[in-house]
């Protein structure tokens, strides 16, 4: 299993740019990196998802080394509403449906 | 558009009563799952289902039985719940079970075990 490693909190003030670092020393060739968002009281919400190198989309970037042990999700100018709890999931359904979620990063934003 | 939709939202359950979670995506995926959420901690997989007619076993399968009634249902049972199953309980779906296909979940079920 490829277990990932999240920071537990994170604080922030509006309109700054916000890193989140999950590792997965163990990811495994076929494996791809998705990270979600969860309010409270709310199933998760799928953000952004990537396999090598740098993906991004209208609401964040993700970043990921040639060795792919660890990703970053980045959230730009971050407000209010962003205050949640971020996932990361390293999963290998393909072979054995055992999706690893770490417990996630809960993220702050002040005003 | 619904998505997934789970039922009940909320449920307490005395030690030893059995109970059945349903689970219903109107996306047309193919596979499903089961996972379970304790306070304060990620999601860990029970159960899921690849395509219909098939079910797997995940992290955490003890206690509990599953059911893919057909490619839009998939239904969770305790036989005997215990007060360590007290958790929110969330369904989710995807066009595959595979790592590159992100997953949709419902709004889960809070279920509590006296």
């Known amino acids: 299993l490829a277990k990932t490693t999240q920071p537990i909190s994170m604080d922030s003030y509006e309109g700054q740019e916000v890193n989140i670092t999950c590792s997965h020393n163990?990811?495994?060739?076929?494996?791809?990196i998705t990270w979600y968002q969860q309010f409270p009281s709310q199933g998760p919400r799928f953000i952004i998802q990537g396999y090598k190198t740098k993906v991004t989309n209208e609401v964040a970037s993700l970043f990921i080394p040639a060795d792919r042990k660890s990703s970053t999700l980045s959230l730009p100018r971050v407000s209010l509403s962003d205050t949640a709890v971020y996932y990361c999931?390293?999963?290998?359904?393909?072979?054995?449906?055992?999706?690893?979620f770490g417990d996630g990063t809960t993220l702050t934003v002040k005003p | 558009n619904a998505g997934v939709t789970q039922t009940p939202k909320f449920q307490v359950l005395k030690t030893g009563q059995s109970m059945t979670l349903q689970c219903a995506q109107d996306m047309n995926h193919n596979s499903m799952y089961w996972y379970r959420q304790d306070p304060g901690m990620g999601l860990r997989l029970i159960y899921y289902s690849a395509s219909e007619g098939t079910t797997d076993k995940g992290e955490v399968p003890n206690g509990y039985n599953v059911s893919r009634l057909n490619k839009r249902e998939f239904s969770l049972r305790l036989e005997s719940a215990a007060p360590s199953q007290t958790s929110v309980y969330f369904c989710?779906?995807?066009?595959?079970?595979?790592?590159?296909?992100?997953?949709?979940f419902g709004d889960g079920t809070r279920l509590s075990i006296l």
């Open positions: 163990n990811i495994a060739t076929n494996d791809y």
């Open positions: 989710a779906s995807s066009v595959r079970a595979a790592t590159d296909q992100p997953q949709h």
């Open positions: 999931l390293v999963g290998d359904m393909d072979r054995a449906g055992k999706s690893t």
